[in-house]
């Protein structure tokens, strides 16, 4: 369905005391991921009362337009006569009249969406702060905002529940609501009201049972905010033929037939490719193709094509014909191909992780710098679903495990055999416990348990440390799972 966003973040209030951390942060975070779920975004912070009444007006003259209408509001909020308003960064709070001459209120939002007739309208109030005279909270007066009446087809959800107070941190750089949006939103094919569920649980929980979100809804039908929609940050510098890399077609072009040859899975043409591909000017290349090469020449290394691993294996040398300008764009191409498949989405179970180390190894040349900045700005926004994101200057990752003596289930005495029973990161456990069987296990070594963990969490050796609570030898027996990956 076609969806029109609204994103407001107020956070510079003119009165010092007023000021907010988080708001602006919040919407702009918003913002991107909407755009990345392929909506129609008008976005407008720190909006002193001309700015509120225009993108509300703005987004009242799209909307017929659209299925789908979603208000999202982070910033100072209050309630007056059961009625709730949001203050423009200019606002007068000296008292209730003189705000309300500065705030847009909630029913008129409501109002445009119902005369717009929109299928499905959701308004996400990240507000409630209290008091903003005193502290870092959302709202001005009454404690929260009022509940208020949600027409057909409406969901309206609250940062915490009606008359309560939300706070605007803890949540990093977000608020804590927020930083569950964003945490929840990644979660694909998840009915409207489901996802919210989830998102309160994660608020309750980060705020020491301190905030609880509150939803008031008369949908009627089926929303989903990601139905496997979301692509990757929308500031890459490339077409949309380099980023969704199934896509490529040829022009025929000498450049363009190396590409396509790469493509082919055949090494009997991907060998002479690279052979072609040596005697290619840079000269001949555009950004998009040399990004699109990077790619394809990491994907035939990862399916055995011998040049392409050969060229990987000697990355530091090879690759130095391709910079310009401090700007490498084949190595933007191949980190890329490790987290995003051909449809531009970050991959959702194997990440092209093998030469992961060999790629690696450049992170610390100031040569590539800007590559690895590159791809640290593209996976930022997946932060909630990666462990490890590279960093300048590199960061690294510890993951505790619990190692138990199996027990031999014929003699019922300890083996020389351990078990993995959990894996965690930041408190934040790994394994899948509450369905994990016998079954699920399998025999291996210590030291091919710490390759699997580094291949399938994408993290490379020298930046990964384990910490088990048992000291063993890389060759010591281990039962662990296949799969690392809580779901």
Known sequence: MK??????????????????????????????????????????????????ARAVRQFEEEAPDYSVGIFYYAGHGYQNAGRNYFPSIDAAFNSEIEAKQSSVELDDVINAMEDAKLRVKILILDTCRDNPFQGHERSTSNRGLAPVRAPRGTLIAYSTSPGETASDQGGGSNSIYTKALLTHIFDENIH?????KRVRTTVFDLS???????????????????????????????????????????SGDTVDQVIEDLKSHDYYIQGPAIDKLSRIPMSMFDNDQLFI????????????EFKSIEIIKTLSTWLKKYTSNEENHVLNGMLFEIY?????????????????DDIYKLDSNQIYKKSFKFIQDQLLAFRDKLIYIPSIPSNSVSLNLILELATDSKTLSKSDVYKLTSLKHESNELLPIET????DL??????????KLKKEFCIPSNRLTLCPNIEVEDKAKIKAPWSFISK
């Open 3 to 52: 969806t029109l966003a609204l994103v407001i973040g107020n956070a510079n209030y003119i009165d010092q005391r007023n000021k907010l951390a988080n708001a602006v942060n919040d919407a702009t975070a918003m913002s991107d991921i909407f755009r990345r779920l392929g909506y129609d975004v008008i976005n407008s912070n720190n909006c002193v009362a001309a700015d509120f």
């Open 192 to 196: 409207v009201e489901e996802f919210f």
């Open 208 to 250: 020491m049972g301190k905030q609880t979100s509150w939803e008031h809804t008369s949908l009627i039908g089926s929303f989903y905010f990601n139905s496997g929609q979301l692509t990757h940050s929308q500031s890459l510098p490339y077409s949309s033929k380099a980023i969704q890399d199934e896509s490529f077609e040829s």
């Open 293 to 304: 090469l990077g790619r394809n020449i990491l994907q035939a290394a990862d399916g055995g």
């Open 340 to 356: 995003f498949d051909s449809k531009g989405k970050l991959r959702k179970s194997r990440f092209k992780s093998e030469f992961l």
């Open 436 to 439: 994990l069987t016998e079954d």
């Open 442 to 451: 399998v025999y291996s070594t210590y030291g091919e348990v710490k390759t």
